[in-house]
């Protein structure tokens, strides 16, 4: 019986570490308004370390001689499952995906939970701090070094008189991206209007691409290198 409450004591501190831990990681996408916030993280972080709980501490009463239990299956079933979960919030449109950095965060959250049922405290801990540091300090100053989205010119074509060259300035703004139009010309016989257009900013071009295609009237998107020697469009990126 003591022994029963000694180990019911440890699982509980092992799954309020786990809670804890987790929940700075929900919070991270919480406040970043992204697909999986801060309950998703929770969940996914105290599920895996109950997961792993349940593997180390369940089968306790059926050990026998003639038995032999083997804990690190649950773990690699864990695995597994959070990869199909990961996978469901990664959103693909025309080339152009999102989601990954969140799905990430997923697998990462059920590593902390795993690494807190198996009693790896340190690790636990460890592996919350890298995950904050790279998406809290070193994503912000990764988004500053350069890249090749400034020599990438967008074509577009819309429906002209709909308003959207004004939607499409005010998208690229509210993203923070300053736009500058390069050429534009009406096609002969229709209402579109084809609109070479070069947008700088610090984030990457494909955070701002899925927005321009939502707009109404938006027809065509097409991306490619401003040094290329032929007209050819790159696909999306």
């Not at 809670?19 to 992204?34: D, M, S, T």
């Not at 697909?35 to 996914?44: I, P, Q």
């Not at 020599?151 to 005010?170: C, P």
């Not at 109404?216 to 097409?222: F, M, P, S, T």
Request: charged fraction near 20%; aromatic fraction near 6%.
């Amino acid at each position: 019986m003591q022994w029963w409450m000694a180990t019911s004591g440890l699982q509980l501190q092992l799954l309020g570490l786990s809670f804890v831990l987790c929940a700075l990681i929900g919070i991270e996408r919480q406040y970043r308004q992204k697909a999986a916030g801060f309950r998703t993280h929770v969940l996914v972080g105290t599920g895996a370390t109950a997961f792993t709980l349940v593997s180390a501490y369940g089968f306790e009463t059926l050990l026998s001689p003639d038995v032999t239990l083997d804990p690190s299956r649950i773990a690699a079933q864990i695995v597994t499952g959070i990869g199909f979960l990961g996978a469901g919030v990664i959103f693909t449109r025309r080339d152009v995906v999102r989601g990954l950095t969140t799905a990430a965060t997923i697998w990462v959250a059920a590593a902390v939970g795993m690494a807190a049922g198996a009693g790896m405290v340190s690790l636990a801990i460890g592996l919350t701090g890298v995950h904050l540091l790279t998406l809290v300090v070193l994503g912000p100053l990764a988004a500053l070094l350069p890249n090749r989205d400034s020599n990438r010119i967008v074509r577009m074509v819309y429906v002209d008189g709909a308003g959207v060259l004004r939607r499409v300035l005010a998208e690229a703004s509210a993203t923070g991206f300053a736009t500058y139009i390069l050429a534009n010309r009406r096609r002969e016989d229709s209402d579109l209007v084809e609109l070479e257009v070069r947008f700088k900013g610090r984030a990457p071009l494909n955070t701002l691409l899925p927005a321009l295609h939502d707009i109404d009237g938006v027809k065509i998107i097409e991306v490619r290198r401003d040094d290329d020697d032929d007209d050819e469009d790159e696909p999306e990126q």
